[in-house]
């Protein structure tokens, strides 16, 4: 079978976005989800500089994933804070533990 680079990063992308949804499945820890989302997210990124490869338009492409990645740096800070004071205040960061809390 004949690879070229571009079906490599097609199968790359596949490998990610396969690898960020089996872990987010599986996964009951806070921090490990955050790392999912950033698979997936990076599964994303390329997936627009692949897509802006493909049309002819490279710079739209990047210019997206750049603005994505900013974002996600957010999220993962976001998410990251929030799970530091999830384990401070009720000692746990086992979402099913967490999700039965009342209040």
Known sequence: ????????????????????????????????????????I???????IFAGKVSGNLGLGQSTAATVIVADTIVAVVGLALAVQVRRRFGTLDVPKISTLKG
Not at 42 to 48: D, E, R, T, W
């Open 42 to 48: 990076k599964a994303v990124v390329l997936a627009l």
């Open 1 to 40: 079978m004949n690879f070229s680079p571009l079906n490599i990063i097609l199968i790359g992308i596949a490998g990610l976005l396969g690898v960020g949804f089996y872990g987010l499945l599986i996964t009951r820890n806070l921090i490990k989800v955050v790392m999912m989302l950033q698979i997936l």
